[in-house]
């Protein structure tokens, strides 16, 4: 459907489409190389995988080998994306001592907030 709507448009239309698509891709790559400066593509008898050393970023998520290089490294944005998320909400990491101090700053400004109003 892509190709038939591209008919339609005017050159210079077209070059910014590329140019989003560009961008796209280096920004996927910046966030998996944000949180994995060594990954790279490594290329398998299945498909290419983005590996970092030897772990393979997106096995945890049972994300498939592809052997398209951009989807391989779209495959591993999400991974990072839900480990990042799974992160921050597991109930391992939280700790009493980071809920105290929540609680605490959250009193504060409320305290600070009632001093201002009389």
Known sequence: MKDIMILYFRHKDLDHFNMREELKKARIIKKVLGQYPNAKEVPFTDG?????????????FYMPSTNDIDKAWE???IACKTRQNF????????????IESKLNRINNRKNRGRRRVK
């Open 48 to 60: 290419i995988r983005i590996m970092s050393g030897d772990m393979y970023i997106a096995e945890d």
């Open 87 to 98: 992160n921050r909400t597991h109930p391992l990491r939280m700790d009493l001592t980071d």
């Open 75 to 77: 495959y591993a944005a």
